[in-house]
């Protein structure tokens, strides 16, 4: 019998790693090889720990998630507020949990409630004093709510928004960032029967113009704050617009507005404002502490089918598309088992458990998962980049969900330090990377996670055989190394969700080097979003693997060439790359007043095109995705090329990279844009460390959302002619030209997806100069719009 290349992958690499298996690493007899702050409790009694007045480490970290919100004693905390956690000493079915009350009546209500704002009275119900929601950075003041305490601010939302005529069938813009203030009015206009229009503050102030006129909102705008207010004042009134510039045909000149933050600003400042600009302001606090839910009981019956939200994608291209999402599609988001094959205290999110949240809530990634944890009995913690850092340490999370973005930053940080480190750190980061990764390689192999051919029964005996040659290295390198950077997430996470746009092969390696599971979701926004998500009981890790269909969805790869008017497309053989199309009752309404665009992206059949090109693995039946449809670069030849792989394998193998865009469409070859990083071009001899030290202050200006527009305009032009000056060293160009060329000639691509034409920038991709989304995509017109007349 020949052996399959897996064996014999597997033999080679475990030749090479027995002379690094000695007794000089292996732990100490008797030492535990799992890092200690991975571990999580299997078991206890709540009513024993009364009963000794004391709490475990275990049950503090499970109820609080970091600072005790009481200055008394936890457990008399427990004891005076009735707090309800799930009992872990009966017996449990080892799937589903169904014994334990709570869990099973938080179940219950997820498959009964029929509508978003509909969870608050249930969880008051259920588990009214546990801890909903903390903010501590975002609002006027600090917010620390119980599930109780929100069913109270959500019905009061509902009541102020309905004494300001929001009626069922009506909608209401809210253009403001992540808070706990957002998710209580968004919840309260639902609750009264409206839907939210939501948009980022951050957004050019013409797009929000166009969501409030476009959306219909009722003569009523939330907005951020008075700074936000300040700026549609002043542009209106330059403009000669007004009531802030926000009007629609069917109401008219808006004709109220709520500020959800008012910030410094006095009360005198404030009427002065809406005077000027002929509005009505409220502050929100203050107009919630006015209202008494008794006041306006008569609320409207708001079920599935009804209208929750209009969501206005931050889109690569053209102008925001409304995507309808009805409560039914948000609630279908909840429903979801991270590791069905798992006992479910193992891999779902607990009562009690804690989220980070640091992505923008209205986007609709960040909004759902924070609805899935909730439903739970979680509480979310809102953050920002400022305080994330502190945030985690303080209040040690088991659950966040990160765009790759962030992932990276931090796999970036981390990366400098080991490499600023001594030679013997230097020395340990890369023996523990390099058995980690041998070691992953074959866990994977004898686990059946692999891409392409099934391993066979040899692959497998010979991977574990590796793994366990492996083991003494790999628990030392949990504990001198890999547990330093799971600390830095504050040592309790379980599992990190990324979405909103690919994860690079790079960070993939890097997070499961570090023992740090990340499962990958994918979706869009007109999906509410998820379609489909990597579960933890067969996480294939790979660059593109986004799993299995989340529950009760259809995933199809079909010939981009099929008409669905002649009949309903079919699926292409396993392996077979072609466009994924998904169904199920997460899939939108519609784009709102634009039934043209709707028609074209579901057809008769009710499968919604996502544009994404796509294969089914046929070892694992995962979804890997390998591209975009419309981003495919089409050359002069006639060769179709899918961008994104490749410009993941120069970021990932060319270090002075931070940022690359492949162009070339009709042309003969590819070109790639390229940005680059000041501090790594210092540390490779091309630029004086003072320079570069001056360069990254206008490179962090303007990857800084909320960097205003003078200040990116001018950090863009100085950065613009940093970039012709750097162009005019010619090792340098070569240089780069020489990574790019060596990360683009593997077997991973063919003759005319490589390439070694580079175009070097100092200006990054970011939203504040309009370059990049605000789910942080690549805006690929603007980019070539940007360099069209300075490309070769």
């Not at 990764?437 to 994977?444: A, R």
Request: some cysteine; aromatic content about 6%; hydrophobic content about 40%.
């Amino acid at each position: 019998m020949i052996p399959s290349r897996f064996a014999v992958s597997a033999i080679l690499s475990l030749v090479a790693c027995t002379s690094l298996t000695t007794d000089a690493f292996a732990p100490p007899r008797g030492a535990s090889t799992t890092p200690s702050s991975l571990s999580r409790p299997t078991s206890f009694s709540l009513t024993a720990s009364l009963q000794e007045e004391t709490l475990t480490k275990d049950e503090e970290d499970l109820l609080f998630g970091g600072p005790s919100p009481a200055v008394k004693s936890r457990n008399r905390y427990i004891a005076d507020n009735g707090l309800i956690l799930p009992d872990r000493s009966n017996p449990l079915n080892p799937l589903d949990h169904s014994k334990d009350p709570l869990v099973n009546k938080l179940r219950t209500m997820r498959e009964t409630i029929q509508s978003c704002p509909a969870i608050w009275k249930e969880l008051a119900k259920n588990c009214p004093n546990n801890r909903a929601l903390v903010d501590e950075h975002l609002c006027d003041t600090n917010i620390d709510l119980t599930f109780a305490q929100m069913e109270d601010r959500v019905r009061r939302s509902a009541a102020a928004f309905q004494s300001l005529g929001v009626e069922k069938g009506v909608n209401v813009a809210i253009l403001g960032e992540n808070s706990a203030m957002w998710l209580i009015v968004d919840h309260g206009i639902q609750l009264a029967g409206g839907a939210s229009a939501v948009r980022g503050a951050d957004a050019p102030l013409d797009e929000l113009r166009y969501i409030y006129e476009h959306s219909d909102s009722a003569g009523i705008a939330v907005l951020q704050d008075v700074g936000l207010l300040k700026k549609l004042a002043k542009d209106a009134k330059a403009k000669g617009l007004g009531a802030l510039g926000l009007s629609n045909e069917s109401f008219g000149d808006v004709k109220t507005v709520v500020l959800m933050h008012r910030g410094k600003a006095s009360d005198e400042e404030i009427t002065a404002l809406g005077v000027e600009s002929g509005v009505t302001i409220r502050v929100l606090s203050e107009l919630l502490d006015a209202t008494e839910p008794a006041m306006y009981s008569d609320l409207p019956a708001v079920g599935k089918s009804d209208l929750s939200t209009i969501v206005y994608t931050s889109g690569t291209t053209g102008r925001p598309k409304g995507v309808m999402l009805t409560h039914g599609n948000l609630l279908h988001q909840t429903g979801h088992r991270l590791a069905p094959t798992c006992p479910y205290d193992e891999s779902e999110p607990l009562p009690g458990e804690l989220m980070l949240s640091l992505l923008p809530v209205w986007h609709i990634t960040e909004r759902t998962f924070e609805l899935f944890m909730l439903v739970r009995g979680c509480h979310v913690v809102y953050s920002g980049i400022r305080w994330f850092k502190n945030d985690l340490a303080k209040y040690q999370p088991q659950w966040m969900v990160l765009v790759p973005r962030v992932l990276e930053k931090v796999a970036l940080g981390v990366q400098d330090k080991f490499a600023s480190g001594s030679a013997v750190v230097k020395a340990l980061v890369t023996l523990f990377t390099a058995t980690s990764t041998l070691k992953s390689k074959h866990n994977k192999i004898r686990k059946g996670l692999v891409v392409g051919e099934k391993p066979t029964l040899l692959d497998g005996i010979v991977s574990t055989l590796i793994v366990k040659a492996l083991a003494p290295l790999n628990s030392v390198g949990n504990k001198l190394v890999w547990s330093k950077v799971q600390a830095g997430f504050g040592g309790r996470q379980r599992n990190i969700i990324s979405g909103g746009s690919a994860l690079a092969g790079s960070l993939e390696t890097f997070y499961e080097n570090c023992g740090i599971e990340i499962l990958v979701g994918y979706g869009l926004t007109e999906c509410s979003p998820l379609l489909a998500h990597r579960r933890a009981d067969s996480n294939l890790v790979t660059a593109g693997c986004v799993g299995f269909p989340a529950t009760d969805t259809e995933l199809r790869v079909v010939d981009p060439a099929a008409n669905p008017e002649k009949g309903e497309r079919a699926s292409l053989p396993d392996g077979m790359a072609g466009v994924v199309i998904g169904r199920g009752p997460q899939v939108m309404r519609g784009y709102y007043k634009n039934p043209e665009a709707t028609a074209k992206a579901i057809d008769r059949f009710g499968w919604f095109d996502t544009g994404d090109l796509g294969r089914i693995n046929p070892a694992t039946g995962d979804l890997i995705l390998t591209g975009r449809a419309k981003d495919t670069i089409v050359l002069s030849n006639g060769e179709n090329i899918e961008p994104s792989p490749i410009e993941d394998a120069i970021v990932s193998d060319c270090n002075e990279i931070e940022q690359v865009m492949l162009t070339g469409q009709d042309g003969r070859s590819l070109l790639a844009i390229t940005v680059l990083n000041p501090n790594a071009l210092a540390e490779a001899g091309f630029l004086d460390a003072g320079r570069a030290k001056e360069l990254m202050v206008d490179y962090e200006k303007v990857n800084d959302p909320k960097c205003s527009e003078e200040d990116c305009n001018a950090a863009c032009v100085r950065l613009a002619k940093a970039s012709a000056e750097i162009r005019s060293n010619r090792a340098l160009v070569q240089k780069i030209s020489q990574d790019v060329k060596k990360a683009t000639s593997t077997e991973a691509f063919r003759k005319y997806e490589q390439t070694s034409d580079v175009y070097v920038t100092f200006e990054p991709f970011a939203m504040a100069n309009g370059l990049l989304t605000q789910s942080y995509k690549v805006k690929r017109d603007f980019v070539a719009k940007r360099y069209e007349n300075e490309l070769p």
